[in-house]
């Protein structure tokens, strides 16, 4: 391992370490609870139908894009109903969310999603279709923190299966919504070890995707090799 892999890894650590510690500080915790607070107590309103209202809650999570942060509908998720059940819920949501929202793109195109998603979202993103590959796909969804909402519509503009994007859009949530479930969780129940162990499970997802980049550009490009006649996907985004 090069020296500077090390100071990468140790950097690493350091801004978890803080990240931590930021999150259980006195001063800091009021203000990151305030807002999942104010949805927890919306969604209890409606008790005994609190579970069907945070399931479109989620569903609203992905059609408006950007209006709710993902991580913060995961969180509330775990804190209501526990790392499982919560999970199964936000997958549910997310399903039928990321379903609509490639449905809508599908049926009105690109001015929909030109007034959804932002411009440089479409730009930046554009050179992902023309690898139309469903791997490439899967990884975007696997990572922690990338757009997914924005990304349902604009892979809803490709050619790709429905059925086949359903798929890969949920078994790449999967993951990240449980560690979200598991941070909602921890804490409702103050056990701050799990919350420690979701933070360095992300740490090291990210890691490794940053460490390994230069493998995964070279299944991309391989993906974009062959997958020139490929009939399941536009070049690009249609103009």
Same mark, same amino acid.
């Given at each position: ?62 059609? /408006?894009? #950007? ?7 995961? @969180? +509330?998720?775990?804190?209501?109903? =526990?790392?499982?059940? !919560? *999970? ?65 519509? /604009?892979? #809803? ?7 086949? @994007? +359903?798929?890969?859009?949920?078994? =790449?949530?999967?993951? !990240? *919504? ?62």
């Amino acid at each position: 391992m090069t020296n500077r892999r090390i100071i990468q890894i140790l950097l690493l650590i350091i801004i978890l370490a803080l990240s931590i510690k930021l999150v259980f500080s006195y001063e800091y915790y009021p203000y990151f609870n305030y807002y999942n607070q104010k949805i927890i107590s919306f969604v209890e309103s409606f008790h005994p139908y609190d579970d069907v209202v945070f399931i479109i809650f989620q569903i609203v999570q992905v059609l /408006i894009v #950007g209006a709710i942060p993902a991580e913060i509908s995961g @969180f +509330v998720g775990g804190y209501l109903y =526990g790392p499982i059940i !919560g *999970t199964i819920y936000s997958t549910f949501g997310l399903a039928i969310g990321s379903w609509l929202a490639f449905m809508l793109s599908r049926a009105f195109g690109l001015p929909l999603v030109r007034r959804l998603v932002s411009a440089a979202s479409l730009e930046k993103y554009d050179h992902f279709m023309e690898m139309r590959g469903t791997l490439v796909c899967f990884i975007l969804f696997l990572i922690p923190g990338f757009p997914k909402a924005a990304l349902c519509y /604009i892979i #809803g503009l490709s050619r790709m299966n429905v059925w086949s @994007f +359903v798929a890969i859009s949920t078994l =790449g949530r999967l993951f !990240g *919504t449980l560690l979200l479930s598991l941070s909602g969780y921890s804490i409702r129940t103050l056990r701050i070890w799990v919350l420690v162990i979701v933070l360095v499970s992300v740490a090291v997802i990210l890691l490794l995707f940053y460490l390994n980049r230069g493998k995964l550009l070279e299944i991309t490009q391989k993906q974009t090799d062959s997958s020139s006649t490929d009939a399941n996907y536009t070049h690009g985004i249609p103009e």
